[in-house]
C-alpha cells in the first residue's frame, strides 16, 4: 500500500511539472506590436530579419515571445487605430518602419517604447530630441543620411547623361518627405536639372501623378522612401516601363518588381538590427538613453532586363559599384 502511495505521489509530481513549467513559460512570454505600412506578404522580406534577429538573441513565436502584427494596406489614416488595438493589446513595445507610423505611436503613448526602423529624420520631425539622446519613450534606426536625394538624382544622369527634366515623386503626408523634397530640388540646381515635384497620397493620386510626369516632359523619375510608393511597387513600375522612363528608387523591391535601380540603406539589415533595441528594452533599459543607429550598409541594385526594356545601358563602372545585379 505504501509503494503505491508513493508511486502515485510520484507521478502526480511528474506530470504536475510541464504544467508548472507551461505556466511559468507563459508568465514569462513578451509581448510587442509591430506596425507594419503595407501587407504582410509584401515586407515578408522585412519582418523576416526581424523575427531572425529576435531568434538570435533568444525570442521565439510561441515560446517566449508572442508578437501583435497590425497592417495599414498602405493606407496611413488607419494608424491610429492600429496603434490603439495595439495598446489594448497590452503590448510592452510597439515596432515601427517609417515616420508617418512612428508618429502615429507617438500622438497616442508617450509611455509604451517605441522601436523606429527607418524613420526618416526623427529630430527634424520632433520625434526625439537629438540622435545621440532621444530622451522619450522612443528610439530605433535611421535611414537618412547626407545628400541621399543627390545621389539618387546623380546616379539618374550616369544612366540618362543628356537628362533635362527629373519627376520626383512624395508624399505630403509623411513629414520627413517636406525636407527630403527640398533636397532633391537643391541636388537638383547643382547637377542642372529642372524637377519636377509630383504629390502622391495615396494609390487613388497615380493617375493624376502620372499624368502630371507626361505633361512636364519629365525624362526619369526618382521616387522618395515611402510605403506608399512600395505598396503600389507593380503600379509605379509598369508605368516607368511603359512610358520608358529611367526611375530610382529607395527600395530594392520595386527592382525585384521589374524597375531600374535603387539606392537606399539596407532595410532588411536594419529591421535585424532592430531586434537588438527590442532585447535591451526587455531587459529593462529605457528607450531615452539608447542612440539612434544612422544606416550602417547602403545597397545599389540594378536590372539589366529593365535596362534593355526602356533602351538605356548602365556604365561599367556604375556595375562595378552595384551591390546586386539582376540579369
Do not use: C
Not at 525570442?59 to 508578437?67: H, M, P, Q, S
Not at 522619450?136 to 537628362?163: C, F, H, M, Y
Amino acid at each position: 500500500m505504501e509503494r503505491r502511495r508513493f508511486i502515485g505521489f510520484a507521478a502526480a509530481i511528474l506530470l504536475a511539472r510541464p504544467l508548472r513549467a507551461g505556466a511559468q513559460s507563459t508568465a514569462r512570454a513578451h509581448r510587442i506590436g509591430f506596425l507594419g505600412n503595407s501587407t504582410a506578404a509584401l515586407e515578408a522580406n522585412l519582418v523576416g530579419p526581424f523575427r531572425d534577429g529576435l531568434r538570435e538573441l533568444g525570442y521565439v513565436e510561441g515560446r517566449n515571445l508572442a508578437i501583435e502584427y497590425r497592417w495599414a494596406e498602405g493606407n496611413y489614416k488607419r494608424f491610429p487605430k492600429l496603434v490603439d488595438e495595439l495598446l489594448a493589446a497590452g503590448v510592452e513595445i510597439i515596432v515601427t518602419a517609417g515616420t508617418p507610423a512612428a508618429q502615429a505611436v507617438e500622438r497616442a503613448t508617450k509611455t509604451v517604447p517605441l522601436v523606429m526602423v527607418a524613420v526618416g529624420d526623427p529630430v527634424g520631425t520632433q520625434l526625439v530630441a537629438s540622435l545621440a539622446h532621444p530622451g522619450g519613450n522612443a528610439t530605433g534606426l535611421t535611414s537618412i543620411a547626407p545628400d541621399l536625394e543627390g545621389k539618387r538624382l546623380e546616379l539618374l544622369t550616369q544612366v540618362a547623361p543628356r537628362l533635362s527634366t527629373v519627376a520626383v515623386l512624395w508624399n505630403p503626408d509623411n513629414a520627413f518627405h517636406a525636407g527630403a523634397e527640398r533636397q532633391a530640388h537643391e541636388a537638383a540646381h547643382v547637377l542642372h536639372l529642372d524637377l519636377v515635384s509630383v504629390q502622391v497620397r495615396s494609390a487613388r493620386d497615380f493617375d493624376a501623378a502620372f499624368d502630371a510626369i507626361v505633361s512636364r516632359g519629365a525624362g526619369a523619375m526618382s521616387i522618395l522612401a515611402d510605403r506608399v510608393f512600395l505598396h503600389n511597387r507593380a503600379r509605379i513600375v509598369e508605368f516607368a516601363t511603359k512610358r520608358r522612363l529611367p526611375a530610382v528608387y529607395p527600395y530594392r523591391e520595386l527592382v525585384d518588381a521589374g524597375g531600374l535601380m535603387s539606392f537606399g540603406p539596407d532595410y532588411a539589415d536594419m529591421h535585424r538590427r532592430a531586434a537588438a533595441y527590442v532585447d535591451r528594452i526587455l531587459k529593462g533599459a529605457k528607450p531615452a538613453d539608447l542612440p539612434i543607429e544612422q544606416p550602417a550598409r547602403f545597397e545599389l541594385v540594378i536590372n539589366q532586363r529593365a535596362a534593355r526594356a526602356i533602351g538605356v545601358a548602365f556604365p561599367s563602372a556604375l556595375l562595378l559599384r552595384a551591390s546586386d545585379v539582376l540579369e
